[in-house]
């Protein structure tokens, strides 16, 4: 039940976490185009990274630190659902090169944060 209890924390830590990111970069950026998405995965991705690296071979915390941090936090963090709609709606909105670009930056950065993340 622990375990259980610390994702549900974690999930809700990254939930608004997300909310406030989107929110505030689409204030400074503009809602043309899914920044906030693309920079919650990226950022979600480098941090997670880090963590994982780090818990390898600095930190050995608990079960559920490891799954607060990572299966929580950062699971609700990260979006991939959120990703796919916006691809969507900019495809809907006829800016199918736009989406194109997206998937591709999206698809490159998280995964070369990731590993930056893993070398950091």
Known sequence: MKLIIAIAAGGALGAVARHYVTFQVATWLGRDFPWG???VNILGSFILGVLIETMALAWSPSQEV???LTVGML?????????????ILLIERGQTATAIGYMAVSLLLSVSALFLGLRA
């Open 37 to 39: 998405t693309l920079l």
């Open 75 to 87: 699971g609700a963090f990260t979006t991939f659902s959120t990703f796919s709609l916006d691809t």
């Open 66 to 68: 490891r799954a607060l």
